[in-house]
């Protein structure tokens, strides 16, 4: 791989790195507020959403990093 193509990647690495980051944070803030919904409030949809929602940034977390990886093996 030519040096313009590899330095392409890396921006677009640290970019997913970026993402990443913020997607850490959404699901950190989601995850608090998951942990401190009083017990009395915790069979609520909008709770359960919440719960989903962390779920799902786990898994979008997940995916990124998977996504950096690759675009670093594809640098090598």
């Known amino acids: 791989m030519n ?3 590899r330095k392409r990647l890396e921006i677009l690495k ?3 790195e970026e993402i ?3 997607l850490q944070e ?3 803030e989601e995850e608090e507020y998951v942990d401190n919904t009083p017990e009395n409030l915790q069979g609520t949809n ?3 959403l919440a719960v989903d929602a962390v779920d799902s940034l786990e898994d979008a977390i997940s995916n990124m ?3 950096a990886d690759y ?3 594809a640098m090598t």
């Open 26 to 28: 959404i699901h950190d």
């Open 3 to 5: 040096q313009e193509r």
């Open 20 to 22: 990443t980051q913020e």
């Open 14 to 16: 640290d970019k997913v």
């Open 46 to 48: 909008r709770y359960e």
């Open 71 to 73: 675009i670093a093996q």
């Open 65 to 67: 990093e998977d996504v």
